[in-house]
């Protein structure tokens, strides 16, 4: 039973247009969200995270988006730009403290063509 | 400052054999955790350690073990390997205040 789920496997954006990469959950234990993009052959790279406790978190082109009553989040990439070409991973977990374990969706490929 | 390094990168078995993969964290991170990621699927939690403990194990078999040295670094053991054993295995360490993981780039095992 996946309890995070990304259901979009690929995403095709033109460049300088806005990504929205989709992630859903099932377990209300969760309450802490991580966002993880990773390369061909490299581990993946921490992007953004948010807490329960907000609805929106920003860093630079990167903003997530948590609605707690849907259990849905998403990441908006605004611009876009070829070098966001990856994979994706959306990532929750019961808690921000250390010791408790990430829970990882299948992620989804963005493809950023210029 | 070195990020989370792993060792080997690449590592070919056969069906039957054990496996010792390393890790070695972030520097200034106590926690170390390590992932399965099977071709096309997101990384699955197998376990963590802290203070050389186990703290919190995934849905693994007895076959996966590990170990946490006094400086942090962690061994991931893996007995009687089996052909669904192959897959990419993640190593990330966390600082003991919160849970924002940081991985090294992965041993790839095949088991053949």
């Known amino acids: 039973d996946q309890q995070v789920k990304q259901n979009s496997p690929s995403l095709s954006v033109q460049e300088g247009r806005i990504s929205i990469l989709n992630c859903d959950y099932t377990n209300s234990m969760f309450d802490y969200f991580l966002w993880y993009k990773k390369y061909p052959a490299e581990g993946p790279t921490f992007l953004i995270s948010?807490?329960?406790?907000?609805d929106k978190n920003e860093d630079g082109r990167f903003t997530v988006f948590l609605n707690k009553s849907a259990k849905h989040l998403s990441l908006h990439i605004v611009p876009s730009q070829p070098g966001d070409s990856a994979v994706y991973f959306c990532?929750?977990?019961?808690?921000?403290?250390?010791?408790?374990?990430?829970?990882f969706g299948k992620g989804t490929t963005l493809s950023v063509s210029s | 400052d070195a990020g989370v390094t792993q060792s080997p990168t690449h590592l070919i078995k056969t069906r039957g054999q054990q496996v010792t993969l390393r890790c070695s964290p972030k520097?200034?991170?106590?926690?170390v955790s390590w992932y399965q990621q099977a071709l096309g699927q997101g990384p699955q939690f197998i376990f963590q350690y802290y203070e050389e403990e186990e703290r919190q194990r995934g849905n693994f078999p007895d076959r996966f073990s590990g170990h946490q040295f006094p400086n942090y670094s962690s061994e991931l053991n893996v007995n009687a390997l089996l052909l669904g054993d192959s897959a990419l295995y993640l190593c990330?360490?966390?600082?003991?205040?919160?849970?924002?993981?940081?991985f090294g780039q992965g041993t790839r095992l095949t088991v053949v």
């Open positions: 948010i807490s329960s406790i907000k």
């Open positions: 990330a360490s966390s600082p003991t205040e919160n849970t924002e993981a940081f």
């Open positions: 990532a929750a977990s019961a808690g921000s403290q250390a010791g408790t374990a990430l829970i």
């Open positions: 520097s200034g991170h106590d926690t």
